[in-house]
């Protein structure tokens, strides 16, 4: 612990200037860069920690957090994120009914200052974040943590078994773990997870609800571009619009009036895909600027944040990036609730469960590399009925796995009967 402490110490300077180069970019990050050493305002005690790192875990923990905004109005809720963009989507989806905060550096004094001007009834992690500082400051403040939604791929364990003791201490604090599945238990235990505080609750990303009027917003959008086939490249890395182009003028010669919607995964990089678009000779449609979708639009650029859904309810089939690079992929389930048939390449390791589930019951195609992907896409295009019987197989596999939230609210329930401990003098 001492040795790992102080590794974070030699790597905060290099955080701290990566934090101060964003924040020359987007003053966002300027402003509240302080929360990120466990800074920031005192917060009347007794509120539900909910700790989601990006955008994905957001996503996953919105039903979870709908849930209790629902049925325990008087719990008041703070969020943390680690990134600009899970706080966008925090404020976004919730508005001024939850409290959000950037989540401190795993040191001593970070999380020390955080939980005093905090103090919450109790905390709820998602997914694999393991922070042995703070799970040790949790323990001693005796603040209750439930890890939720855990997912241990078989990189990840490997990873985590080098650092057996201190990983086993870790993961002995947690009041409870709920695993996705029965493999993730069986490795959360073998690497020192009690067993009586381990539960398989299923995997809370299925639980997708569109919101009401989502489908007629999204034909609402299709209305003026008169029966065109629309493909959406959802949430690309660096490297793989190159590859959608490339698809799409090829897939141009079979579908001549096929309209693209290309939404990068990074709101910093919307400006350089919608050039890189216009030097390939592509006549592009901001979504931000309000431009209509004429008959000469090749490309919809989805440079906005919270649309993704409109797009895949207005789109006839979808590609999910970060699978054609090595980033491991993105979550298909949101395109699959909404019956839209997906592919994705083969760097789906952060979502391989998904993957497997999406391709065995026919919902999606999972492809070798970039130069199978205009052949994939062509397929749905020109086969309505298989387009059809796969969107009909995504919805279903999305309805099938779903319940990992009320099993996880369930899990909660006694923690925040628990009263919030007494506040700390700073």
Known sequence: MILYTFILWLLLPFA?????????????????????LGYGSFLEPGALWVH???VGEVRAATPLIRALLQDHPDVRILITTTTLTGAAQVEMLFGDHVRHRFAPFD????????????????????????????????????????????????????????????????????SVIAAQTQ??????????????????????????????????AAQSLRYGWNDRPVWVAASTHQGEEDIVLDAYASLKTTFPTLLLI??????????????LCRQRKFTVAERSLGLPVTDATEILLGDTMGELMLFFAAG???????????????????ALAL???????????????IARLTVTAG???????????????????????????????????????????????????PLLRQLPPAREDP
């Open 339 to 353: 019956g839209i048939p997906t592919v994705f390449g083969p760097h789906m390791f952060n979502f391989a469960e």
């Open 316 to 334: 006839d089939c979808a590609f999910i990036g970060g699978s054609l690079v090595k980033t491991g992929g993105h979550n298909p389930l949101e």
């Open 107 to 174: 040191l001593p004094s970070a999380v020390g200052r955080f939980l005093i001007r905090v103090q919450p009834r109790a905390a709820v992690i998602l997914e694999t974040e393991i922070w042995p500082s703070l799970f040790q400051a949790l323990h001693r403040a005796h603040i209750p943590l439930l890890l939720a939604n855990v997912r241990l791929s078989d990189r990840s364990y490997r990873g985590y078994r080098r650092f057996g003791r201190l990983v086993a201490a870790t993961f002995a604090i947690p």
């Open 52 to 54: 989601a790192v990006s």
């Open 262 to 275: 290309l939404v990068p995964r990074h709101p910093e990089r919307f400006e350089a895909v919608g050039k």
């Open 16 to 36: 701290l200037l990566r934090l101060w180069r964003r924040s020359r970019k987007d003053a966002r990050y300027g402003r509240r860069w302080a929360e990120r």
């Open 183 to 216: 493999t993730d238990l069986e490795r959360l235990q073998a690497l020192g997870a009690p067993e009586k505080r381990l539960h398989v609750t299923g995997n809370m990303k299925f639980e997708v609800v569109p919101t009401a009027g989502l489908r007629e």
């Open 363 to 413: 919902a999606g195609r999972q492809i070798r590399g970039p130069e199978e992907l205009s052949g994939a896409i062509a397929r749905y295009l020109g086969d309505r009925e298989a387009r059809r019987a796969a969107g009909c197989a995504g919805e279903e596999l999305v309805r099938q796995n779903q319940g990992a939230c009320a099993r996880t609210l369930a899990l909660l329930e």
